[in-house]
Nanobody, 116 residues
Framework: QVQLVESGGGLVQPGGSLRLSCAAS????????MTWYRQAPGKERELVAH????????NYKESVEGRFTISRDNAKNTVYLQMNSLKPEDTAVYYC?????????WGQGTQVTVSS
């Protein structure tokens, strides 16, 4: 059974940090491009950070560049999103996606709330 399970979300004060994890099961992520998306209430889902399969090249939404870091551990079949200097506008449900040609898997999401 293919699954992506996100964890690590929660409530954090502005300026704080969180580390999200996305653990895959039922398939190997090594051939997959991995992406973190987020969706805030009343807004469309948006790409936050992306990492390619082999070379591990990364790209980020402009507003998180320099604050967020995406990484992958193929041996652990897990992708991470380190989020620093969090802002209230980062509040959203964060989703993990695995993509390989016409195959795409989604996790169920994890809530991140940045508030004092």
């Amino acid at each position: 059974q293919v699954q992506l399970v996100e964890s690590g979300g929660g409530l954090v004060q502005p300026g704080g940090s969180l580390r999200l994890s996305c653990a895959a099961s039922g398939f190997s992520i090594s051939a997959y491009a991995m992406t973190w998306y987020r969706q805030a209430p009343g807004k469309e889902r948006e790409l936050v950070a992306h990492i390619t399969d082999a070379a591990g090249s990364t790209n980020y939404k402009e507003s998180v560049e320099g604050r967020f870091t995406i990484s992958r551990d193929n041996a652990k079949n897990t992708v991470y999103l380190q989020m620093n200097s969090l802002k209230p506008e980062d509040t959203a449900v964060y989703y993990c996606n695995a993509h390989y040609y016409f195959t795409s898997y989604w996790g169920q999401g994890t809530q991140v709330t940045v508030s004092s």
